[in-house]
């Protein structure tokens, strides 16, 4: 096998995250009704209780802790904490949405060279970190190359396409 120069592993995307939790129960009604993951089907071998959950072409497994009487619980809202990130369409209507549903958040906002970003920091049933974010305000520019790439998927296809017409033009 060739060794693809930035991608040695051949990797497509990400496919899913585990997550251990005291209630596979209670942490599908989170992410189901909180975040808006659809509960798929797993396989039926698996001797185990969990559930697949699958949205934002990513997936979530959970798996029932087998003991959820010793797991720690988080209650400190750290953002330096491992988390996943979820970018929105809007700011004002996730923490609308989140005071409604009577969920204990932390707002942060990063500024970059005059380009803000909020961020909304809340937990999983488990403690597991959630972030709310409209990230996609500031460009992915990487260290080492001349590429500059976006988290907005707009912003991706204008750039592919430049990119695209620049190969072209060659």
Request: hydrophobic share 35%.
């Amino acid at each position: 096998m060739k060794e693809v120069a930035g991608n040695p592993l051949h990797l497509k995307s990400i496919n899913h995250i585990s997550l251990v939790c005291r209630s596979v129960e209670e942490s599908t009604d989170f992410y189901t009704n909180v975040l808006g993951f659809v509960p798929i089907r797993r396989p039926g071998s698996f001797d185990f209780d969990g559930a697949w959950l699958f949205n934002y072409a990513i997936g979530i497994h959970l798996l029932q802790s087998e003991n959820p009487n010793n797991m720690p619980k988080k209650t400190e809202i750290n953002p330096k904490d491992n988390h996943i990130s979820f970018q929105c369409e809007s700011m004002g209507a996730v923490e609308k949405k989140l005071k409604e549903m009577g969920l204990v958040y932390k707002r942060q906002r990063v500024e970059e060279g005059g380009i803000y970003v909020d961020q909304l920091f809340f937990h999983d049933p488990d403690g597991f970190m959630i972030e709310i974010c409209n990230c996609d305000n500031l460009p992915v520019i990487p260290i080492a190359g001349e590429m500059v790439r976006s988290c907005s998927r707009l912003n991706l296809d204008i750039i592919s396409q430049k990119q695209i017409q620049t190969f072209v033009q060659l």
